[in-house]
């Protein structure tokens, strides 16, 4: 097809006035591409969470582990907490019982994942060609390709596309398509006619698809089209059908999928398991529409760099409410924002705020929705590495253009709000703590999400301002620290951060009575510090003890340390000598936790245990109160770089602290009224050396909070001034010596906290992991009695049936030997040791047997069941060993063992007895499918004559 020559342009109109050259988008990595692949991402992970979903209905083995976690305890109605408390990890007994289950095979939801990408794979190589075949495009020739073939070869194009013509579109566009061995730009029909009538038009029309293919937009964006529409065909519909159709269904009476037995318990989880699929869906949607849109705007800078005309993108917007709304999913932005970019490209150098909120949300749920591999760290580095570039690559392109403007540009806590917000959205569409409620119990834990982003993207601005202009290595050791930090924090939530949206996590599991078992003394006088002791040390000593925790938490002041002396800004002085008072204030605070417990503590022998828990407690309070408040004070009072200013006078003071308490514990007998564990004056560094080991893995975490109190304090003056931060200061010129020196002191107090830690003896540390603690009983009578019947069918019933045919076993000989007695009245009669050995073994092999597996999911019924499972073992066992030929018989002791076996049946009758009669008259008034109760009546003893149950 051809078309005729187009006419000249117009004359151009007078120049404005010189005026600052415009920096080039391309100065630094766009990061575009990480944005598509934490997209693509996304859906990977919302596609591995549904498949998931959708298999676990059609598993084998889902009923058999179900009724395990019910015999347990579990109750469906029950909080996180309580379901949390039904662990295999902490609970043999459901272990073995899980173990007995149909081994179903792992590779289903691998391979349906791996169809569902092989599927966009295919449908990425076959989009171009189905729209060459669907739009019977027609190739161009003539003088309108020697234009195109032109304009190309001024647009430096590393491969000369194909070019076409859509007959059947009359608008005035065009669209790329095709692989990058064969690029095919189409022209709309109506943009030949604008050739003519608008030739700068027709121009920048075809500049801005030939940057696409420079800026190689067409790969990613059809690589996500083709995700996106497998996703939406292959999962996210399928899952729509059947757990929405379930959870519709269950309201007229149909489960198809949902849980019948417990409903409407299982509302809630259905509800839920809708809304996260349809939240991933619309954060899909609005990232990928996002990311389009800015990549748009990039074509739009390259375009008008190649030669096209500004004028061209002076067009109106269409007005009103639909309008409004419909630019959220629209691939293009508005008229009005193209021209805001090309006028003022401070758009292509920032991240606008849907963008940071979407990236945030799609960090958090990426890791909670991945199943866990690496060490269970892998969904979190996968997300925290794009979640974390994409964040520093948009401070570092804003640290540039405010450089190049002359300003200092914005502080970040704005884009730190947008990211928070993010994050908490994200958790709340993932959430996985609200057990049997719609919401967490305890959402202002989120507020955690919300301060670390407060913290963060401050944290990446000020690094960037602190490294621009020195060098790849500078640039990249940035990145890398912003890659650990995000590590850390996103591990840390993921891992047992969100449990507290469910409440106090390790006091539910026993904590408090552990620390009471192992630090023995005087809590009788300290219910008050055993409550925060129990709930916060042991988190903060298993986070001080993580090797990622550790290097994020030095990363936060040594990064900004080096990158602020090797870049030579002025303030570093200054930043240290806050530091150091910061080290007098956790000092004082470290002399006044002595002073206090010098009049407390207790003789000497007698000074361990629980007392020395609260004085390394005390300790910790008094070091993380100094640290904080460090932080707290220089960011209030510094007017530019005030959040690494804080952190790295934060991470002075904290250690100098532990230096302090080296010192102070080493001498602590010659401290007068301030001695705390020791009475003789003696330099005893073996002595204060584990105790800065102990108090290190506490401390070394509070750098994180330093960082979040000192961006809390600051965002209400960051609210209240719009101009952005401070203006840059100056450099400022440091001899070699002293950036050694600088660098050295660094080096040593960076490495002082991880060293103890690691110089630690595993285990030695305090050892406080929580022991399995009985789930409480379920608030609902019709869930009770459902468990209880399950526990007698999983196991209770063999067990009961073992313990009868034993104590019948054993009746038997016990009423052959009365009746042997009968026969020869005034005569001995022989024992057979050897037979009565074996029946008491089988005894006691049947009670140990039935101590390992669940407890009665009713606590009482449980207790005298366990006890009279504990009095058979002992009898048995006792009896086994007297009654064995080998041994030397003493007199009288036979019949005395045999009557202490013959006491336990009784017990036994009386455990089970109520627990037959539960499920007898109860079970079938909830149940009456499941029961089905045998009683055999064994014979016994003169005076053992009883019910019992099997």
Request: proline letters at 7%; glycine letters at 12%.
């Amino acid at each position: 097809m051809s078309a005729p020559a187009a006419p000249p342009l117009p004359p151009e109109p007078p120049k404005p006035p010189a005026a600052a050259p415009v920096l080039d988008p391309r100065v630094l990595p766009a990061g575009t591409a990480l944005r598509f692949g934490l997209l693509l991402l996304s859906m990977v992970a919302a596609a591995h969470h549904m498949l998931t979903t959708l298999l676990e209905l059609v598993r084998k083995g889902r009923a058999a582990e179900y009724a395990c976690s019910l015999a347990a305890g579990f109750d469906p109605n029950g909080d996180f907490l309580t379901q949390l408390g039904v662990d295999p990890g902490t609970d043999p007994a459901l272990r073995a019982c899980l173990a007995a289950a149909p081994d179903d095979p792992r590779w289903p939801v691998p391979a349906a994942l791996a169809l569902v990408l092989l599927a966009a794979a295919a449908l990425y190589l076959l989009l171009p060609r189905w729209r060459r075949r669907s739009r019977r495009l027609e190739p161009v020739d003539g003088q309108l390709r020697a234009e195109l073939l032109r304009l190309a070869e001024s647009a430096r194009l590393p491969v000369v596309p194909e070019f076409v013509v859509d007959p059947g579109r009359l608008g005035s566009g065009a669209v790329v398509f095709g692989h990058p061995r064969r690029r095919t730009v189409c022209l709309y029909a109506g943009l030949l006619v604008t050739r003519v009538s608008d030739p700068a038009g027709f121009r920048a029309v075809v500049l801005h698809e030939f940057a696409h293919i420079r800026n190689r937009d067409v790969d990613l964006g059809y690589a996500v089209t083709a995700l996106w529409r497998v996703f939406a065909l292959l999962v996210a519909l399928p899952f729509a059908v059947v757990v929405g159709g379930s959870l519709v269904g269950a309201e007229f009476g149909l489960f198809v999928g949902a849980d019948r037995v417990f409903w409407p318990a299982g509302r809630a989880p259905l509800v839920r398991q809708t809304a996260t699929a349809l939240g991933m869906a619309l954060l899909v949607v609005l990232a990928r529409a996002d990311a389009l849109r800015h990549r748009e705007l990039y074509a739009d800078a390259d375009a008008v760099a190649l030669g096209a005309d500004r004028r061209v993108w002076d067009v109106r917007d269409p007005v009103g409410p639909a309008a409004r709304l419909g630019r959220l999913w629209r691939a293009h932005p508005t008229w009005a924002q193209r021209r805001r970019a090309l006028d003022d490209p401070a758009a292509l150098f920032t991240l606008a705020p849907l963008q940071t909120f979407l990236v945030g949300a799609a960090g958090v749920a990426v890791p909670l929705l991945l199943p866990p591999f690496a060490g269970g760290t892998g969904g979190v580095w996968l997300a925290a590495v794009p979640t974390a570039l994409v964040l520093g690559v948009a401070a570092w392109r804003s640290a540039a253009y405010a450089a190049h403007r002359g300003t200092a540009g914005p502080e970040g806590l704005r884009a730190g709000l947008w990211l928070g917000a993010g994050l908490v959205v994200g958790e709340l569409v993932v959430d996985i703590t609200a057990g049997g409620r719609w919401f967490p119990a305890y959402p202002l834990a989120l507020l955690v999400l919300l301060l670390g982003a407060l913290a963060y993207v401050p944290w990446l601005v000020q690094c960037a301002r602190l490294g621009l202009g020195r060098g790849r290595v500078a640039g990249v050791a940035a990145l890398a620290g912003a890659v650990l930090v995000a590590a850390a924090g996103l591990a840390w939530w993921s891992g047992s951060g969100h449990l507290y949206t469910a409440g106090d996590v390790l006091g539910g599991g026993g904590m408090r009575e552990l620390v009471v078992r192992r630090f023995p003394g005087g809590w009788e006088r300290h219910g008050a510090e055993l409550e925060w002791i129990a709930t916060v040390m042991p988190r903060l000593g298993v986070d001080g003890r993580t090797t990622a925790f550790v290097a994020a938490a030095g990363a936060l002041w040594a990064l900004p340390y080096l990158l602020w002396l090797l870049g030579g800004h002025r303030g570093l002085g200054r930043a240290l000598r806050r530091g150091l008072l910061g080290g007098v204030l956790c000092v004082a605070g470290v002399l006044a936790v002595k002073a206090v417990l010098y009049a407390d503590r207790p003789p000497l022998g007698e000074r361990g245990g629980g007392f020395v828990l609260r004085y390394v407690s005390w300790l910790t309070v008094a070091v993380w109160a100094g640290v904080v408040v460090t932080a707290v004070v220089v960011a209030l009072v510094s007017r530019r770089l005030w959040l690494v200013g804080a952190l790295v006078a934060a991470g002075v003071a904290q250690a100098c602290a532990l230096v302090a308490v080296f010192v102070l514990m080493s001498a602590d007998g010659c401290l007068g009224p301030l001695r705390t564990m020791g009475d003789s004056c003696l330099w005893v560094p073996q002595g204060g050396w584990p105790v800065v080991q102990v108090l290190a893995g506490p401390v070394l975490p509070a750098l994180f909070g330093a960082a979040l109190a000192a961006a809390l304090v600051r965002l209400p003056l960051a609210l209240l001034r719009r101009g952005g931060a401070a203006a840059p200061d100056g450099r400022v010129a440091r001899s070699g010596v002293r950036r050694v020196v600088l660098v050295g002191a660094l080096v040593g107090a960076l490495a002082l906290g991880p060293a103890a830690v690691q110089a630690l003896p595993s285990g030695s540390a305090g050892g406080l992991d929580p022991t399995a603690q009985r789930p409480a009983d379920a608030r609902s009578e019709r869930v009770r009695v459902f468990q209880l019947l399950i526990w007698y069918l999983v196991g209770g019933k063999q067990d009961i049936l073992a313990l009868v045919d034993g104590y019948r076993a054993f009746s038997e000989e016990v009423q052959g030997l009365q009746r042997a007695a009968a026969e020869q009245p005034g005569e001995s009669v022989r024992v057979d040791g050897r037979r009565f050995a074996e029946v008491c073994t089988a005894l006691q092999g049947a009670a140990a047997t039935a101590l390992g597996h669940l407890h009665i999911p009713d606590s009482g019924l449980d207790g005298p069941w366990w006890a009279a499972l504990e009095q058979t073992r002992r009898a048995g066992q006792h009896c086994a060993r007297v009654m064995d030929p080998e041994r030397e018989e003493r007199p009288g002791e036979g019949e005395a063992v045999l009557s202490e076996v013959a006491d336990g049946i009784g017990p036994l009758l009386a455990a089970v007895d109520p627990v037959l009669r539960r499920i007898e008259t109860d079970g079938p008034r909830y149940w009456p499918d499941l029961v089905r109760v045998d009683r055999p009546q064994p014979s016994g003893p003169p005076g053992t004559e009883g019910r019992a149950g099997g």
